[in-house]
Nanobody, 123 residues
């Protein structure tokens, strides 16, 4: 059974950092793309970053230079390092897989999702 479990969220002050983890199971991580998404209250879910099976990476313009995605296939995990956090980064962060080697700009292409982890940026 394919599963993804996020962790690492929390309450952080503006300018702070967090490292989110997405632990995977039930499939060979190296074969598949993993994306990070976020959803703020009252807003649609938006893509933040994605890494495909060839380690080709993409970022949303709003997070370029502050977010870094990485993967450790040996640990079956994908990480999202978030620096210089802003209040507008407050959201539930999700990881998901297309269960294919490629990433996608379409949220619906991601077929398996984790439960999410809350990130709150506030002073």
């Amino acid at each position: 059974q394919v599963q993804l479990v996020e962790s690492g969220g929390g309450l952080v002050q503006p300018g702070g950092s967090l490292r989110l983890s997405c632990e995977t199971s039930g499939f060979t991580l190296s074969y598949y793309a993993i994306g990070w998404f976020r959803q703020a209250p009252g807003k649609e879910r938006e893509g933040v970053s994605c890494i495909n099976s060839y380690d080709v990476i993409s970022y949303a313009d709003s997070v370029k230079g502050r977010f870094t995605i990485s993967r450790d296939n040996a640990k079956n995990a994908v990480y999202l390092q978030i620096n210089s956090l802003k209040p507008e980064d407050t959201a539930v962060y999700y990881c998901a897989t297309t269960h294919e080697f490629w990433c996608s700009d379409t949220v619906t292409a991601f077929t398996v999702w984790g439960q999410g982890t809350q990130v709150t940026v506030s002073s």
